[in-house]
Protein backbone atom coordinates (compact mmCIF):
# COMPACT_ATOMS: atom_id res chain seq x y z
CA UNK A 1 0.00 0.00 0.00
CA UNK A 2 1.38 3.50 -0.92
CA UNK A 3 1.86 5.94 1.54
CA UNK A 4 1.07 9.30 1.44
CA UNK A 5 3.09 12.40 2.66
CA UNK A 6 3.16 16.21 2.29
CA UNK A 7 6.38 17.18 3.07
CA UNK A 8 7.55 20.77 3.65
CA UNK A 9 10.48 22.67 2.01
CA UNK A 10 11.62 26.24 2.26
CA UNK A 11 8.08 27.77 1.96
CA UNK A 12 7.39 26.75 5.19
CA UNK A 13 10.36 29.87 6.19
CA UNK A 14 8.43 32.20 3.53
CA UNK A 15 4.86 31.99 4.97
CA UNK A 16 5.97 32.33 8.84
CA UNK A 17 4.24 33.73 11.05
CA UNK A 18 0.99 31.31 9.70
CA UNK A 19 3.36 28.23 9.86
CA UNK A 20 5.22 28.74 13.05
CA UNK A 21 1.95 26.91 14.14
CA UNK A 22 1.77 24.33 11.31
CA UNK A 23 2.75 22.63 8.49
CA UNK A 24 2.44 24.25 5.16
CA UNK A 25 -0.33 21.83 4.18
CA UNK A 26 -2.35 22.87 7.05
CA UNK A 27 -3.01 26.20 5.69
CA UNK A 28 -6.86 26.58 4.26
CA UNK A 29 -7.49 28.18 1.02
CA UNK A 30 -10.32 27.73 -0.78
CA UNK A 31 -12.94 25.66 1.37
CA UNK A 32 -10.59 23.00 2.33
CA UNK A 33 -6.69 23.05 3.84
CA UNK A 34 -4.06 22.27 1.55
CA UNK A 35 -4.00 18.51 3.28
CA UNK A 36 -7.71 18.16 2.87
CA UNK A 37 -7.48 18.37 -0.68
CA UNK A 38 -5.19 15.95 -1.17
CA UNK A 39 -7.15 13.44 1.24
CA UNK A 40 -9.90 13.76 -0.70
CA UNK A 41 -8.12 13.66 -4.31
CA UNK A 42 -6.16 10.70 -3.52
CA UNK A 43 -8.64 9.00 -1.43
CA UNK A 44 -6.75 8.39 1.66
CA UNK A 45 -5.02 9.37 4.52
CA UNK A 46 -2.02 11.45 4.18
CA UNK A 47 0.58 12.56 7.14
CA UNK A 48 2.73 15.60 7.00
CA UNK A 49 7.30 15.90 7.06
CA UNK A 50 7.76 18.97 8.62
CA UNK A 51 9.60 20.89 11.67
CA UNK A 52 11.47 18.85 14.01
CA UNK A 53 8.96 20.70 16.90
CA UNK A 54 5.42 20.22 15.20
CA UNK A 55 5.97 16.65 14.54
CA UNK A 56 4.75 16.07 17.72
CA UNK A 57 0.98 17.41 16.87
CA UNK A 58 1.59 16.68 13.29
CA UNK A 59 2.98 13.12 13.15
CA UNK A 60 4.75 11.55 10.19
CA UNK A 61 3.64 8.10 8.99
CA UNK A 62 6.28 6.35 7.43
CA UNK A 63 6.07 2.73 5.38
CA UNK A 64 7.79 0.31 2.69
CA UNK A 65 6.58 2.49 -0.08
CA UNK A 66 6.24 6.58 0.20
CA UNK A 67 4.91 9.04 -2.19
CA UNK A 68 5.70 12.13 -1.01
CA UNK A 69 4.80 15.02 -2.35
CA UNK A 70 5.37 18.89 -1.78
CA UNK A 71 3.00 20.44 0.68
CA UNK A 72 2.92 23.92 -0.96
CA UNK A 73 0.85 22.55 -4.25
CA UNK A 74 -2.51 23.11 -4.30
CA UNK A 75 -3.92 19.64 -6.17
CA UNK A 76 -5.27 19.87 -9.39
CA UNK A 77 -6.40 16.88 -11.30
CA UNK A 78 -3.39 16.78 -13.96
CA UNK A 79 -0.76 16.56 -11.82
CA UNK A 80 -2.95 14.37 -9.10
CA UNK A 81 -2.69 11.76 -12.00
CA UNK A 82 1.08 12.49 -12.81
CA UNK A 83 1.97 12.01 -9.42
CA UNK A 84 0.57 8.44 -8.91
CA UNK A 85 1.89 7.39 -12.32
CA UNK A 86 5.64 7.89 -10.37
CA UNK A 87 7.35 4.83 -9.62
CA UNK A 88 10.16 4.02 -7.48
CA UNK A 89 12.95 6.78 -6.61
CA UNK A 90 10.84 8.58 -9.82
CA UNK A 91 10.59 12.56 -9.17
CA UNK A 92 8.59 15.68 -10.78
CA UNK A 93 10.45 19.09 -10.69
CA UNK A 94 9.54 22.08 -11.59
CA UNK A 95 12.92 24.63 -12.22
CA UNK A 96 14.61 23.97 -8.45
CA UNK A 97 11.69 22.95 -6.75
CA UNK A 98 11.15 19.08 -6.32
CA UNK A 99 7.61 18.56 -6.09
CA UNK A 100 6.93 14.98 -5.39
CA UNK A 101 10.05 12.02 -5.49
CA UNK A 102 8.72 8.19 -4.56
CA UNK A 103 10.71 6.56 -2.05
CA UNK A 104 11.22 3.41 -0.07
CA UNK A 105 11.97 3.75 3.94
CA UNK A 106 15.52 3.63 3.88
CA UNK A 107 15.80 6.52 1.87
CA UNK A 108 12.44 8.64 3.24
CA UNK A 109 15.78 8.64 6.46
CA UNK A 110 17.93 10.58 4.51
CA UNK A 111 15.49 13.04 2.43
CA UNK A 112 16.30 16.53 1.81
CA UNK A 113 13.61 18.34 0.12
CA UNK A 114 16.04 21.39 -1.46
CA UNK A 115 18.00 18.30 -3.16
CA UNK A 116 17.24 17.92 -6.67
CA UNK A 117 18.03 14.33 -7.72
CA UNK A 118 19.74 13.74 -10.72
CA UNK A 119 16.75 11.91 -12.99
CA UNK A 120 14.32 14.59 -12.18
CA UNK A 121 11.27 14.84 -14.21
CA UNK A 122 10.37 18.02 -15.34
CA UNK A 123 6.47 19.54 -14.75
CA UNK A 124 5.28 21.78 -17.51
CA UNK A 125 1.63 22.24 -16.66
CA UNK A 126 0.22 24.75 -14.37
CA UNK A 127 0.94 24.84 -10.88
CA UNK A 128 -0.16 26.62 -7.95
CA UNK A 129 2.10 26.44 -5.27
CA UNK A 130 1.49 28.18 -2.11
CA UNK A 131 4.79 29.90 -1.41
CA UNK A 132 4.44 33.04 0.75
CA UNK A 133 1.06 34.32 2.70
CA UNK A 134 -0.27 36.78 -0.66
CA UNK A 135 -0.30 33.73 -2.71
CA UNK A 136 -3.12 32.52 0.02
CA UNK A 137 -5.70 35.40 -0.80
CA UNK A 138 -4.42 35.98 -4.58
CA UNK A 139 -4.98 32.47 -5.34
CA UNK A 140 -8.30 32.05 -3.24
CA UNK A 141 -10.77 32.45 -6.40
CA UNK A 142 -9.31 29.38 -7.93
CA UNK A 143 -9.07 27.58 -5.11
CA UNK A 144 -12.68 28.34 -3.87
CA UNK A 145 -14.32 27.15 -7.48
CA UNK A 146 -12.06 24.18 -7.44
CA UNK A 147 -13.43 23.07 -4.15
CA UNK A 148 -16.67 23.91 -4.58
CA UNK A 149 -16.67 21.19 -7.78
CA UNK A 150 -14.94 18.73 -5.74
CA UNK A 151 -17.15 18.90 -2.65
CA UNK A 152 -20.57 19.55 -4.39
CA UNK A 153 -20.37 17.07 -7.09
CA UNK A 154 -23.04 14.90 -7.69
CA UNK A 155 -24.74 16.06 -4.54
CA UNK A 156 -28.10 17.90 -3.70
CA UNK A 157 -27.92 21.30 -1.91
CA UNK A 158 -30.26 22.01 1.03
CA UNK A 159 -32.78 24.85 0.17
CA UNK A 160 -32.85 28.35 1.78
CA UNK A 161 -36.26 29.51 2.38
CA UNK A 162 -38.13 32.01 0.69
CA UNK A 163 -36.85 35.39 3.06
CA UNK A 164 -33.57 35.33 1.00
CA UNK A 165 -32.82 36.84 -2.03
CA UNK A 166 -30.28 34.34 -4.54
CA UNK A 167 -29.09 35.49 -7.98
CA UNK A 168 -27.22 33.11 -10.22
CA UNK A 169 -27.33 29.21 -9.48
CA UNK A 170 -23.95 28.37 -8.11
CA UNK A 171 -25.05 28.29 -4.29
CA UNK A 172 -24.89 24.87 -2.21
CA UNK A 173 -26.07 25.10 1.23
CA UNK A 174 -25.35 21.82 3.92
CA UNK A 175 -27.87 20.71 6.30
CA UNK A 176 -28.43 22.26 9.61
CA UNK A 177 -28.19 26.27 8.78
CA UNK A 178 -30.03 29.52 9.66
CA UNK A 179 -30.28 31.83 6.79
CA UNK A 180 -32.42 34.93 6.90
CA UNK A 181 -33.01 38.15 5.02
CA UNK A 182 -29.55 37.52 3.12
CA UNK A 183 -28.72 38.64 -0.38
CA UNK A 184 -26.69 36.26 -1.89
CA UNK A 185 -24.82 36.91 -5.59
CA UNK A 186 -23.48 34.00 -7.02
CA UNK A 187 -23.20 35.23 -10.40
CA UNK A 188 -19.34 36.36 -10.07
CA UNK A 189 -18.66 32.88 -8.22
CA UNK A 190 -19.72 29.70 -6.30
CA UNK A 191 -20.87 30.14 -2.78
CA UNK A 192 -21.06 27.21 -0.29
CA UNK A 193 -22.69 27.86 3.09
CA UNK A 194 -21.32 24.88 5.21
CA UNK A 195 -22.64 22.52 8.33
CA UNK A 196 -24.48 24.68 11.20
CA UNK A 197 -23.60 28.02 9.52
CA UNK A 198 -25.59 31.31 10.90
CA UNK A 199 -26.36 34.36 8.10
CA UNK A 200 -27.87 36.87 9.89
CA UNK A 201 -30.61 39.56 8.19
CA UNK A 202 -28.98 41.86 5.99
CA UNK A 203 -26.05 40.28 4.96
CA UNK A 204 -24.86 41.02 1.34
CA UNK A 205 -22.24 38.66 0.17
CA UNK A 206 -20.86 38.09 -3.73
CA UNK A 207 -19.23 35.04 -4.96
CA UNK A 208 -17.09 32.89 -5.08
CA UNK A 209 -17.22 32.65 -1.02
CA UNK A 210 -17.00 30.03 1.53
CA UNK A 211 -18.90 29.74 5.09
CA UNK A 212 -17.45 26.60 6.66
CA UNK A 213 -18.62 24.72 9.24
CA UNK A 214 -20.22 26.18 12.54
CA UNK A 215 -19.23 29.86 11.19
CA UNK A 216 -21.05 33.09 12.04
CA UNK A 217 -21.94 36.40 9.75
CA UNK A 218 -23.58 38.57 11.51
CA UNK A 219 -26.14 41.34 10.68
CA UNK A 220 -25.57 43.60 8.06
CA UNK A 221 -22.24 42.21 6.93
CA UNK A 222 -20.97 43.35 3.51
CA UNK A 223 -18.48 40.28 1.98
CA UNK A 224 -16.87 40.53 -1.09
CA UNK A 225 -15.23 37.40 -3.15
CA UNK A 226 -12.98 35.59 -3.09
CA UNK A 227 -13.37 35.12 0.83
CA UNK A 228 -13.43 31.92 2.83
CA UNK A 229 -14.29 31.64 6.66
CA UNK A 230 -12.99 29.04 8.14
CA UNK A 231 -14.75 26.65 10.91
CA UNK A 232 -16.55 28.62 13.75
CA UNK A 233 -15.34 32.05 12.43
CA UNK A 234 -17.44 34.88 13.24
CA UNK A 235 -17.83 38.38 10.71
CA UNK A 236 -19.13 41.29 10.54
CA UNK A 237 -18.52 44.68 8.92
CA UNK A 238 -16.91 44.60 5.62
CA UNK A 239 -14.78 41.78 4.18
CA UNK A 240 -13.05 41.70 0.71
CA UNK A 241 -10.81 38.93 -0.72
CA UNK A 242 -9.44 37.45 2.77
CA UNK A 243 -8.80 34.13 4.36
CA UNK A 244 -9.52 33.26 7.72
CA UNK A 245 -8.15 29.69 9.16
CA UNK A 246 -11.07 29.79 11.32
CA UNK A 247 -11.76 29.88 15.09
CA UNK A 248 -11.04 33.69 14.98
CA UNK A 249 -13.40 36.44 15.42
CA UNK A 250 -13.91 39.87 13.57
CA UNK A 251 -17.34 40.47 15.16
CA UNK A 252 -18.04 44.35 14.63
CA UNK A 253 -17.85 47.18 12.06
CA UNK A 254 -14.09 47.47 10.24
CA UNK A 255 -12.83 46.88 7.12
CA UNK A 256 -10.57 43.42 6.50
CA UNK A 257 -9.38 43.32 2.72
CA UNK A 258 -6.93 41.48 1.08
CA UNK A 259 -5.56 39.45 4.41
CA UNK A 260 -4.90 36.33 5.37
CA UNK A 261 -5.57 35.94 9.59
CA UNK A 262 -4.81 32.79 11.19
CA UNK A 263 -7.14 30.95 14.08
CA UNK A 264 -7.57 32.50 17.35
CA UNK A 265 -7.60 35.84 16.27
CA UNK A 266 -10.30 38.52 17.48
CA UNK A 267 -10.18 42.09 15.71
CA UNK A 268 -11.78 44.91 18.25
CA UNK A 269 -14.38 46.58 16.84
CA UNK A 270 -13.60 49.03 14.27
CA UNK A 271 -10.64 47.29 13.51
CA UNK A 272 -9.02 48.23 9.93
CA UNK A 273 -6.27 47.49 7.31
CA UNK A 274 -5.19 49.52 4.52
CA UNK A 275 -4.57 47.35 1.32
CA UNK A 276 -3.22 50.34 -0.39
CA UNK A 277 -0.52 53.01 -0.41
CA UNK A 278 -1.60 56.24 -0.89
CA UNK A 279 0.67 56.50 -4.04
CA UNK A 280 -0.59 53.64 -5.43
CA UNK A 281 2.93 52.16 -5.41
CA UNK A 282 4.44 47.83 -4.68
CA UNK A 283 3.99 46.80 -0.91
CA UNK A 284 6.73 45.89 1.09
CA UNK A 285 5.82 43.10 3.28
CA UNK A 286 8.20 41.79 6.22
CA UNK A 287 10.55 38.60 5.40
CA UNK A 288 11.48 36.31 8.86
CA UNK A 289 14.33 35.05 6.64
CA UNK A 290 15.58 38.08 6.05
CA UNK A 291 14.36 39.40 8.70
CA UNK A 292 13.61 42.86 7.07
CA UNK A 293 11.27 43.95 4.18
CA UNK A 294 11.11 42.92 1.05
CA UNK A 295 9.05 44.02 -2.19
CA UNK A 296 6.10 41.78 -2.87
CA UNK A 297 5.45 42.31 -6.53
CA UNK A 298 1.55 43.50 -5.79
CA UNK A 299 -0.16 46.31 -5.18
CA UNK A 300 -2.74 45.45 -2.84
CA UNK A 301 -1.71 43.54 0.69
CA UNK A 302 -3.66 43.85 3.98
CA UNK A 303 -2.95 42.41 6.68
CA UNK A 304 -1.53 38.70 7.99
CA UNK A 305 -1.77 37.84 11.28
CA UNK A 306 -0.43 34.71 12.79
CA UNK A 307 -2.66 32.16 15.76
CA UNK A 308 -3.18 33.55 18.71
CA UNK A 309 -3.25 37.65 18.40
CA UNK A 310 -5.95 40.51 18.64
CA UNK A 311 -6.37 44.06 18.62
CA UNK A 312 -7.96 46.42 20.34
CA UNK A 313 -11.17 48.43 19.34
CA UNK A 314 -10.35 50.95 16.83
CA UNK A 315 -6.92 49.33 15.86
CA UNK A 316 -5.51 50.59 12.66
CA UNK A 317 -3.32 48.11 10.18
CA UNK A 318 -1.26 50.41 8.01
CA UNK A 319 -0.68 48.74 4.23
CA UNK A 320 1.10 44.82 3.88
CA UNK A 321 1.30 44.11 8.61
CA UNK A 322 2.49 41.49 9.72
CA UNK A 323 1.37 40.60 13.22
CA UNK A 324 3.34 37.57 14.61
CA UNK A 325 1.95 35.30 16.89
CA UNK A 326 0.55 35.61 20.18
CA UNK A 327 0.18 39.66 19.77
CA UNK A 328 -1.74 41.98 22.01
CA UNK A 329 -2.37 44.99 20.63
CA UNK A 330 -3.91 47.97 22.14
CA UNK A 331 -1.62 51.21 20.54
CA UNK A 332 -3.62 54.03 18.60
CA UNK A 333 -3.05 55.61 14.71
CA UNK A 334 -1.20 53.83 12.23
CA UNK A 335 0.90 50.62 14.11
CA UNK A 336 4.40 49.45 12.90
CA UNK A 337 3.90 47.10 9.94
CA UNK A 338 5.63 44.49 11.55
CA UNK A 339 4.89 43.29 15.05
CA UNK A 340 7.03 40.29 16.51
CA UNK A 341 5.61 37.38 17.56
CA UNK A 342 4.44 37.24 21.84
CA UNK A 343 4.90 41.22 21.78
CA UNK A 344 2.27 42.98 23.73
CA UNK A 345 1.70 46.28 22.67
CA UNK A 346 1.09 49.40 22.90
CA UNK A 347 1.25 52.71 22.35
CA UNK A 348 3.59 53.38 25.18
CA UNK A 349 4.91 50.36 25.56
CA UNK A 350 6.49 47.36 24.05
CA UNK A 351 6.92 44.22 26.27
CA UNK A 352 7.40 40.66 26.52
CA UNK A 353 4.32 38.27 26.21
CA UNK A 354 5.09 36.48 29.10
CA UNK A 355 4.29 32.55 28.42
CA UNK A 356 2.35 31.83 31.47
CA UNK A 357 0.26 35.12 30.89
CA UNK A 358 -0.30 34.33 27.39
CA UNK A 359 -1.33 30.45 27.46
CA UNK A 360 -4.20 31.87 30.14
CA UNK A 361 -5.26 34.53 27.70
CA UNK A 362 -5.35 32.15 24.59
CA UNK A 363 -7.38 29.53 26.76
CA UNK A 364 -10.23 32.20 27.70
CA UNK A 365 -10.69 32.84 24.21
CA UNK A 366 -10.44 29.12 23.33
CA UNK A 367 -13.17 27.94 26.29
CA UNK A 368 -15.60 30.81 23.95
CA UNK A 369 -15.58 27.93 21.53
CA UNK A 370 -15.39 24.90 23.80
CA UNK A 371 -11.15 24.29 23.61
CA UNK A 372 -7.88 24.65 25.21
CA UNK A 373 -4.95 24.42 24.02
CA UNK A 374 -3.02 21.06 24.82
CA UNK A 375 0.24 20.27 26.16
CA UNK A 376 1.38 19.77 22.49
CA UNK A 377 -0.10 23.16 21.73
CA UNK A 378 1.78 25.08 24.25
CA UNK A 379 5.45 23.32 23.73
CA UNK A 380 4.99 24.39 20.35
CA UNK A 381 4.36 28.07 21.24
CA UNK A 382 7.15 27.50 23.48
CA UNK A 383 9.39 26.92 20.87
CA UNK A 384 7.99 29.54 18.77
CA UNK A 385 8.48 32.16 21.62
CA UNK A 386 12.13 31.44 21.91
CA UNK A 387 12.63 30.89 17.58
CA UNK A 388 11.51 34.55 17.98
CA UNK A 389 12.81 36.46 20.68
CA UNK A 390 15.47 38.38 18.92
CA UNK A 391 12.80 39.93 17.19
CA UNK A 392 11.00 41.57 20.33
CA UNK A 393 14.68 43.41 21.39
Known amino acids: MLNLILFDDIAWQQLRPLTFTRPVSHIRIGILTIKEKWERHLSGEVSCLTQPYLSAKFKLKTDESNLLINSSIVPTEPFVSKVLSL???????????????????????????????????????????????????????????????LLTKNRISEKLNDTNTVLGNQLFVEEGIEVNCAIINTTTGPVYIGKNVQIMEGAMIRGPFAACEGSVVKMGTKIYGSTTLGPNTVVGGEVKNSVIFGNSNKGHEGYLGDSVIAEW?????????????????????????????????????????????????????????????????????????????????????????????????????????????????????????????????
Open 87 to 149: TANQALVSGTKLLAIRLDEDQLKTFNPEQIPLNAEPYRDELILIQQPSDIFTFNHQALRSDFE
Open 265 to 393: CNLGADTNNSNLKNNFGEVKVWDYSLADFKPSGLQKIGLIMGDHSKCAINTSFNTGTVVGVGCNIAGSGLLPKFIPDFLWFTTENRIDYRLEKAFHDFDSMMNSKKSMLNAEEKRILEEVFNLTNTNRK
